[in-house]
């Protein structure tokens, strides 16, 4: 499984070349341009086969590898193709570029796009996101403004902004056994899953997402706060890192309220989480204001997230819906309009699931309080609960958001290996997702816009209805219990 993986990861390299997500590439490619092109069959041939490969190998140990030194050894010699490749999967890198290049040029990135500010690498930024303004914190914005600065070229800063990617991917190749062990789950399953998967070669190594980055700080500040809850000095510096994670990608200010719940040292009351959480609190907004007032850029970037969701496709399951709802007025000579109206729906109801999952999370610390002094065994189930509730966040996150790419899956998958004690729900998904993005950025729910909607929406309903059978067999269950009793 090893080389075939690697045997994946070089051919996925090799269409990189052929024909990835180059500055010069031709915009606006389909699958059909593609073959049609010069060195075409080759390209796609060598994408398929090689995603194939990867995600094969992947797959078939996802309930752990043969051991921890096997599993880091493995997802490193799989990286190492990708490294040295061109951008896949995405041209996000040359957005990266020209909103760093704004910013080293005086110019708010959060105010105008890389056009109005007259970048002189527009041409190789994807046409939808060239007058979009920067939806990323002050954070990233700082250091793609030093990558350019240090690149000196658009070549150069593309490869630094891949050395940040990888910094901090490395970050989190630290924090995994750390975490790992706090939630009592094998470090060798929990490698795996997290450094090996296809998505995190392809999109945060070669494509170069600054998600890598944001999963890296978030990794560090929860380690810190499941190995060291209730010291002040240490919560004061994970929220500073958890608040680092935010400024680079909002989607991380999901996981700060169950960071909270696994800072709280002793019984779990209240008063210890005003306390505890307190200091995580205090540290997250420091790094907030510190690093806003020293980039001159204040909470701009905050505006900027409403651009996000300018792409309706239909992996994305509220926009899959509203999709599917615009269809079918269309055949009645109605024109609904209801992906917005739908994505705002979805957008509370993750404010409502966020609150449901966070509240579960902190009854069950609460049970658990009582018993841990006399199970030693249950020591690990605390700061299991806290990560499992964060990993869920993410997964609602992604779920509701208006828009996902597949890098996007990324966000709590570290988390997931963690935690999670079936494998299957999630791997599945990711694996999925890497065949959605082809070597030059064309993402494939561009073409397959209705039959994929219905298809996801006719999926949501189908795990609606299950979910539903499953509370009412528990209800069932818990009525039975109480009549015995």
């Keep these: 499984m090893r080389y075939v993986g690697l045997a994946g990861a070089v051919l996925l390299a090799v269409a990189g070349y052929l024909g990835g997500a180059l500055p010069d590439a031709p915009l606006g490619a389909t ?121 000196g070229g658009l070549i150069g800063t593309v490869v630094l902004l891949r050395v940040i990617a990888v910094a901090g991917l490395l970050l989190a190749v630290l924090c995994v056994p750390g975490l790992a062990r706090a939630a009592g789950v094998p470090t060798r399953r929990a490698a795996w899953l997290a450094l090996a998967c296809p998505l995190v070669g392809v999109h945060l190594v070669a494509g170069a997402h600054n998600d890598a980055l944001m999963l890296g700080l978030l990794l560090y500040g929860l380690l810190i706060v499941v190995r060291r809850p209730g010291r002040p000095s240490a919560l004061l510096f994970a929220g500073a890192l958890l608040g680092l994670a935010v400024m680079v990608k909002a989607s991380a200010v999901v996981v700060v309220p169950f960071a909270a719940l696994a800072a709280v040292h002793g019984r779990y009351t209240v008063r210890a989480l005003l306390r505890d959480g307190g200091w995580l609190a205090g540290g997250l907004l420091a790094s907030l204001l510190v690093t806003s007032a020293l980039s001159g850029l204040g909470f701009g970037w905050v505006g900027g997230l409403t651009h996000s969701g300018d792409s309706e496709q239909w992996t994305s399951p509220p926009t899959a819906v509203g999709l599917v709802v615009d269809y079918a007025g269309a055949l009645v000579g109605r024109d609904p309009q209801a992906v917005p109206v739908v994505r705002a729906v979805a957008l509370l109801l993750l404010v409502g699931v966020l609150v449901v999952f966070w509240w579960r999370a902190w009854r069950t610390l609460g049970a658990l309080t009582d018993v841990r002094q006399r199970t030693p065994r249950i020591e690990a189930t605390g700061p299991r609960v806290a990560l499992h509730g964060a990993a869920l966040a993410l997964v609602a996150t992604v779920v509701l958001s208006p828009v996902f790419h597949p890098w996007y899956a990324t966000w709590p998958l570290a988390l997931l290996a963690l935690t999670a004690s079936r494998t299957t729900w999630f791997v599945l998904p990711a694996s999925a997702a890497a065949f959605l993005a082809l070597p030059d950025g064309t993402n494939l729910a561009r073409f397959t816009k209705a039959p994929g909607a219905l298809a996801m929406t006719a999926l949501l309903l189908v795990v609606l209805l299950l979910g539903a059978r499953r509370a009412a067999g528990a209800r069932r269950a818990v009525r039975a219990a109480r009549r015995l009793r």
């Design 31 to 151: 699958p059909v341009s593609i073959w049609r092109a010069p060195g075409g069959p080759a390209t796609l041939t060598c994408w398929l086969v090689g995603t194939a490969l990867l995600v094969g190998a992947w797959w078939s140990l996802r309930e752990g590898a043969p051991s921890t030194r096997w599993a880091y050894a493995t997802a490193g010699l799989w990286a190492l193709p990708l490294l040295v490749a061109p951008p896949l999967g995405s041209r996000d890198v040359y957005s990266y570029a020209c909103q760093g290049w704004t910013y080293a040029h005086g110019v708010d990135p959060y105010t105008v796009g890389g056009a109005a500010a007259g970048c002189p690498w527009l041409d190789a930024v994807a046409p939808i996101w060239r007058d979009t303004p920067a939806p990323y914190g002050p954070v990233f914005v700082l250091l793609a403004a030093l990558a350019v600065g240090l690149g």
